[in-house]
């Protein structure tokens, strides 16, 4: 398997072609699998965004003094509407916002990005990102597309890569009913084999002002697997949500 970064790209706006300027510059097979991070799908679809955008409302006030007194760092209260209006549910309130999105990804902030942002204060995660990811495929050779983000993992220092979106192709291998060396029937490996690419993506891709934002995996191959659509776990099953949801910070 090799993975190689598009060169050449610009500075993406609102607007731009993004599967031609990845066509203008790469040779792309059918095979192929192209990660794009969610920053430039996001600069595409307009989802820049202005502070002044997001009035506070007592709420978010309430939630950015709280993290103030609590961890010294301030918080502006119009960030912290914004990560309300972001999201479908808020976990932790403090000593940071940790919620889940509009499409089931639980993240510090929503996503909510404060960098490489020319156009605006913010930039918002994309609103559907697996309806980004498959109007990018209809535009490129390739069939397979991942839309990623970084974050942070529980009980992990760092960021890594993940999908938040993805379209040609399921988001895990499904090793269940298959066996191991000794013969024993697997009961519960499920690969997220989306996560993997996506994180395997990032360290081509880097970070900060030298990163390039779309990455090609070439030959990887499924293989003779079951697939499953699993991705974001499901409430009724999340545990360590559940439990958090009983949480606070104490200071």
């Known amino acids: 398997m090799e993975l190689f970064a598009v060169p050449g790209l610009p500075e993406i706006r609102a607007g731009d072609d993004l599967a031609?300027?990845?066509?203008?510059?790469?040779?792309?097979?059918?095979?192929d699998v192209v990660c794009v991070a969610s920053t430039v799908v996001s600069?595409?679809?307009?989802?820049?965004?202005?502070?002044?955008?997001?009035p506070a409302g007592p709420r978010a006030c309430e939630i950015a003094a709280t993290i103030e007194a609590q961890t010294g760092d301030e918080k502006d209260p119009r960030f912290a509407q914004a990560v309300l209006e972001e999201s479908?549910?808020?976990?932790?309130?403090?000593?940071?916002?940790l919620t889940e999105t509009r499409f089931g990804h639980v993240g510090v902030n929503a996503g909510i990005d404060r960098s490489n942002v020319p156009d605006g204060d913010l930039l918002l995660l994309p609103k559907r990102p697996a309806e980004s990811a498959a109007?990018?495929?209809?535009?490129?050779?390739?069939?397979?597309?991942?839309v990623t983000d970084t974050c942070g993992r529980p009980f992990r220092h760092g960021q890594r890569g993940v999908a938040i979106g993805w379209d040609g192709m399921a988001p895990a291998r499904d090793w269940r009913g298959e066996t191991d060396r000794d013969g024993r029937?697997?009961?519960?490996?499920?690969?997220?084999?989306?996560?993997?690419?996506?994180?395997?993506?990032?360290?081509?891709?880097?970070?900060?002002?030298?990163?390039?934002?779309?990455?090609?995996?070439?030959?990887?191959?499924?293989?003779?697997?079951?697939?499953?659509t699993a991705h974001f776990r499901e409430v009724e099953t999340d545990f360590v949500r559940q439990a958090i949801r009983g949480w606070s910070f104490d200071a």
């Open 43 to 54: 600069k595409v679809e307009d989802r820049s965004a202005a502070l002044a955008d997001f």
């Open 20 to 31: 031609a300027l990845i066509r203008q510059r790469v040779d792309l097979r059918p095979d």
């Open 88 to 97: 479908v549910e808020i976990l932790i309130e403090s000593p940071f916002l």
């Open 185 to 228: 029937e697997l009961g519960v490996a499920v690969e997220n084999v989306a996560d993997e690419l996506a994180a395997a993506a990032n360290l081509i891709a880097g970070e900060g002002d030298g990163g390039t934002p779309v990455v090609v995996v070439r030959d990887f191959e499924w293989g003779d697997h079951g697939e499953s």
């Open 135 to 146: 109007r990018l495929q209809a535009g490129l050779p390739a069939e397979r597309v991942i």
